[in-house]
């Protein structure tokens, strides 16, 4: 991880500041992308139950001849496992999936207001960490009520929250609540697909000023803010720009630049999506 940031967790650990995200490569894409992206210097993976390639990201990890120690890795419980039991068992499944003796970093997926568990899965999830079974316990798409009614209901604060965040949801009041209860800020889609982010004039003319490109200033804008990104990447040269986004810095008229623009949500409104 050298020359890689990493940002300290608030139960002790730590996390590279930069990741690999796996949606939607299958397990034969993804163990290749990932044994790629772990030749180049990532030591963060991120998977989940329901992008089924669990088995292919765990392969890769047992083929890349990196030491475990130095790997952290993340996986997800889905919607349908929400529930005490069900989270412990689901858990054990996407162990026994990844061939993994600890999971690094274990989120609850979705909150599912609706279906009012994902307070029972975060106490299963407490259980998990306390037995060493998983090192750090986390959330994503939560908003700042669920993450309160979490700390209120068991005392226990998430170290991380993954959200969609890009120049077009940089998530101010989210991550200012965040910084707040020292919970980790990790960015999923952080390029904006589907926007033309990449295309833009603005962000392709910085691009141009600092020598790099358009996505590895994106990548860039979000570690300045102190958001972990975990970009999608199966490239070897797409994955090696998005790590090498550590030897520039953008100015603020820059950072401001690259924000200003109409919000755009491309996924789902963690109020009331589901995903089971």
């Known amino acids: 991880m050298s020359g ?96 993994l003796e600890q999971v690094d970093l274990y989120l609850i997926h979705w909150p599912l207001p609706r279906v009012d568990k994902y307070v029972d899965s975060w106490r299963a999830m407490i259980k998990l960490r306390e037995e060493g079974l998983v090192r750090s316990i986390g959330v994503s798409n939560f908003t700042v009520e669920h993450i309160e009614r979490l700390g209120t209901e068991t005392g226990v604060l998430p170290a991380v929250n993954q959200i969609e965040m890009h120049p077009y949801l940089p998530q101010e009041e989210l991550r200012a609540f965040h910084a707040e209860k020292n919970i980790v800020t990790e960015s999923w889609t952080p390029l904006g697909r589907g926007t033309g982010l990449l295309q833009d004039p603005v962000v392709v003319t910085i691009a141009e000023a600092h020598g790099v490109t358009p996505g590895q200033v ?58 089971f």
Request: no cysteine; net charge negative; charged share 25%.
């Open 4 to 99: 890689i940031p990493a940002h300290t967790l608030n139960d002790g650990t730590t996390l590279p500041a930069i990741g690999l995200g796996t949606w939607p490569l299958d397990d034969a894409h993804a163990e290749r992308a990932v044994l790629t992206a772990l030749d180049l210097g990532y030591r963060l993976i991120d998977t989940a139950t329901n992008y089924r390639n669990e088995t292919g990201v765990g392969r890769a990890i047992a083929r890349s001849g990196v030491p475990r120690e130095e790997i952290v890795v993340t996986t997800k419980l889905p919607g349908r496992h929400h529930g005490y039991e069900e989270t412990l068992a689901s858990f054990e499944e996407s162990r026994r999936r990844l061939g």
């Open 218 to 275: 994106v990548l860039r804008w979000h570690t300045q803010l102190g958001a972990l990104p975990i970009p999608k990447s199966a490239d070897a040269e797409r994955q090696r720009q998005n790590l090498d986004i550590f030897g520039f810095t953008l100015g603020s008229a820059q950072m401001m630049a690259i924000a200003d623009r109409v919000p755009q949500r491309t996924g789902g409104d963690p109020e009331v999506h589901e995903e």
